[in-house]
């Protein structure tokens, strides 16, 4: 018997049988066998041994199980998981990657002709303002098809929690609206708001719950023809079961209805719309733009609410999308609500004081000359560096104001970089700006970790920055003034 068994489960087979016998253990394995014809099969075997008055095994009782096809299902299985793993990991590669390299020329498009339209370069007429503002539309287009693509990815992938906070959600109704508002002005589209108008603050994640009144609202102007109708309707609803199961538990949730006058979906189109990268009809990529990507993350933003997305709809007669969202009513706010100036819109005065010193540190040339024509016309004295090593050397030598650090350079990046320059003398409080084109999930933690004081993803809105820079630079003068008060 024993030399049917694999030679390499010998050993353990008959170590484990002598346990048993000794009544140490159960007689309870799983080994394999090879047959005369070379085949190799796996047995799991129990049995029950009977053991005479003086404690000695004479009997023994068991059946052997041919497992075989179960094991192979579970190697089967465990090499699909580690393709799948290693499949998951190169999506995220690829991902990170042509974020990078997408978002990197894009940031010196974006950031380019952001700087002329604020006429940091010097005056432009009317025409060329107009010629500006067309790049700067078609380029923020491009962003948001990057961020779509970007952000059905880290939902499938689970890598995005929601942020809940009190929402005024009448206020972001009324904000959703006006994204859509030009391009509904333009084909005199009608607008409506219609529903509950006095709520309590409602325990959401704000922001994704803007992408879904965005997305719906903007497929609603895409699809309706010119003069059309559309309605945003907000209430109450009490739902039972809302996965669709048996149950007699209610709930209220809020519930969002977003019609149109549009062309309408046939029946046999719906169970598509809500897949990524689908679109009903190649005659209408034609003739409407995008990716397919809205309303799939429509469903998987709702989804991960615990909600629910549905439509109605009829060729011809216009669509209702309706979006149930479960929510808890915010009773009593601990803080009152703050307002705060946001430094990345408006006028930002040119910086000209002291004229401080800034070291970027980035290797490609069209954000250079962006980021260093824009700086330079802000007041900043620039100094640039190209490699990490570079940034190190650079800042040693010259001991800037604040630094800019691109975080994907060629050979030391900007994470190491950063973890040295803290390491220099006098270093430890330098303010530091990681910059990175990557904008995955982690980026930011560790930026942090390795040292910066603050973290933009690109591309960059070069007065964002500015205000960021300014307030970086406050900090650092007003804690240089206390320490020296101490001092002396």
Wanted: aromatic share 4%; with cysteine.
């Amino acid at each position: 018997w024993t030399h049917c068994i694999h030679p390499d489960d010998q050993e353990t087979v008959k170590s484990m049988f002598h346990e048993a016998a000794q009544g140490q253990r159960d007689y309870d394995l799983e080994f394999r066998i090879v047959r005369q014809d070379k085949s190799i099969r796996f047995l799991k075997a129990s049995a029950l041994l009977q053991h005479d008055l003086q404690g000695k095994p004479q009997k023994m009782i068991g059946v052997n199980y041919d497992i075989s096809h179960q094991k192979e299902a579970e190697i089967r299985l465990r090499q699909t998981n580690q393709e799948l793993a290693r499949a998951t990991r190169l999506k995220d590669e690829f991902l990170a990657n042509m974020s990078h390299e997408l978002r990197t020329p894009l940031n010196a498009i974006l950031g380019m002709s952001e700087g002329l339209r604020d006429q940091a370069f010097g005056d432009l007429n009317e025409r060329q303002l107009d010629a500006l503002e067309v790049i700067s539309q078609s380029g923020s287009h491009l962003l948001e098809l990057i961020n779509d693509v970007l952000d059905v990815a880290k939902i499938e992938s689970g890598q995005v929690k929601l942020n809940y906070d009190a929402v005024d959600i009448y206020g972001l109704c009324q904000s959703s609206l006006t994204f859509i508002k030009q391009q509904a002005t333009k084909k005199r589209i009608s607008v409506e708001l219609d529903g509950v108008t006095e709520w309590p603050l409602l325990y959401l994640d704000g922001r994704r719950l803007r992408q879904i009144l965005v997305n719906l609202l903007a497929n609603a102007v895409k699809f309706t023809p010119e003069q059309g109708k559309i309605k945003l309707s907000i209430r109450r609803q009490l739902i039972t079961a809302i996965s669709g199961d048996v149950g007699s538990e209610q709930g209220e949730f809020l519930r969002i209805e977003i019609s149109d006058t549009g062309i309408g979906i046939s029946a046999e189109n719906t169970a598509q719309l809500f897949e990524p990268f689908v679109q009903i009809d190649s005659a209408l990529n034609r003739q409407y733009e995008g990716t397919g990507l809205g309303l799939a993350l429509v469903k998987m933003i709702t989804e991960l609410h615990g909600g629910q997305v549905s439509v109605t709809s009829e060729v011809g007669h216009g669509s209702c999308f309706t979006v149930d969202l479960p929510y808890v009513a915010v009773t009593a706010l601990s803080k009152a609500p703050q307002t705060v100036q946001d430094t990345s819109s408006g006028h930002v005065a040119s910086v000209k004081v002291n004229s401080p010193r800034i070291l970027l540190a980035e290797d490609n040339e069209a954000n250079i000359k962006m980021m260093t024509s824009y700086l330079t016309a802000k007041g900043y004295q620039i100094l640039i560096a190209k490699t990490g090593q570079s940034a190190v050397d650079l800042a040693s030598l010259k001991r800037p104001s604040l630094i800019l650090m691109d975080i994907q350079m060629p050979g030391m990046d900007g994470l190491e970089a950063i973890r040295k320059i803290r390491l220099l003398p006098g270093f430890a409080e330098i303010p530091i700006i990681a910059l990175t084109a990557l904008a995955m999930v982690g980026d930011r933690e560790r930026c942090m970790v390795a040292g910066a004081n603050e973290y933009l993803s690109k591309p960059v809105k070069l007065q964002k920055l500015v205000g960021v820079i300014q307030r970086l630079l406050a900090v650092e003068e007003s804690e240089s003034r206390s320490q020296s008060s101490a001092d002396g």
